[in-house]
């Protein structure tokens, strides 16, 4: 029977087409894209191929303004570190509570060893920005604003373009961690007040250990990685010339067939919602209805913890992930949730359903086939019990 791999924004399948661009950069074109002799001569324009590529899915303006990375986490630090190192004055960063922790782990470092003033913008039960909470957060002193394009439990998308607006009346850079939206949503920053912005390639078919981060033409840079003059000096390290070269490939895939996918996948993830609606009582879609990525469905199971849900998903060959970190034994749920407002009981049983290309109409009837049994059992054994009221009204509202 067919594995189910409904967990694409963790990470994705490498595109065939991709690995095959990748393959020749571990062989016979192995040079360093940096040498002036011809091994190296050989190598460097596929890497300018792939800056191309990478420009034009996110619709910078320039080749230059494109820096590669080991992926979204080193690109989200180089944004944030760079911007503190450049703001005269100013000493605060602006994110929501729901960035990723890539994000917020590096805020929290910068508060405790350097004095910085973290400002953590809440969220609505739907996960939406409290835009009242922003504007008033804004100020003088304030160097950098990130806030995540799309969120990678729920899929809410943010009005980054609105919210970059806003940063620039208060003098400040706008940074967006589009890791989960490159590939996803239709992006074009050279129509954008956009500063800075990061991705990683396995989130849309490309390699682990590579990503991008896109930095205005005219915004002051300070390198995270400092070495040789690679990437202009902006990213010292011989250059992961196979990596880039995937990234590249990825990107170019995702911008020929972004419409189509996309388009099919929302139909997939809305199949898959109405299916469990009708078969699995109290339970609720968390989330923005109106403004979701159309690949994720994140799904609070009142009265069940996720770790066995998921366990037993996974027996049966399907995989999917959870919102809490209950499997590293903590009974703490994700702090996504946890900002929405989502109640205890649900909480616990939420999991994250994400689809790719590679998703097809009998992955949605596998899961609706044996999701409604497993949740059952998982209740049947949950440490919240059976007499808890439903909570599905208060995820909703």
Known sequence: MRAVYLDNNATTSVDPDVLAAMLPFFTDQFGNASSAHAFGTMVSPAVGEARRAVRDLLGAAL???IIFTSGGTEADNAAILSAL??????????????????????????????GVAVKRIPVDAKGRLDMDAYRA????????????????????????IELAALAHEAGALFHTDAVQAAGKLPINLNATPIDMLSLSAHKLHGPKGVGALYVRKGIPFHPLIRGGQQERGRRGGTEN????????????????????DLNRIGELRDRLERGIAQAVPDCAVTGDPCRRLSNTSNIAFNRAEA???????????????????????????????RAMGVPFTAAHGAIRFS??????????DRVLDVLPGIVERARAVSLFGKDRAPTTERINS
Do not use: K, Y
């Open 241 to 260: 010339v196979p990596g880039i070269v995937g990234l590249g490939r990825a990107a170019h895939l995702a911008s020929l067939h972004m419409d189509d």
């Open 85 to 114: 190192d450049n703001a005269d004055g100013r000493d605060e960063v602006v994110v929501s509570t729901v960035e990723h922790p890539a994000l917020l782990t590096l805020c929290a470092h910068l508060e405790s060893s350097r």
């Open 137 to 160: 957060a804004l100020g003088s002193r304030t160097a950098i604003v990130s806030i995540m394009w799309a969120n990678n439990e729920t899929g809410t998308v943010f009005p980054v």
């Open 355 to 364: 689809f790719s290309r590679n998703n097809v109409s009998s992955d949605v």
């Open 63 to 65: 080749d230059q303004e």
């Open 307 to 337: 770790e066995p849900i998921l366990m037993q998903l996974d027996r049966v060959g399907i995989a999917v992930s959870s919102g809490s970190a209950c499997t590293s034994g903590s009974m703490e749920p994700s702090h996504v949730l």
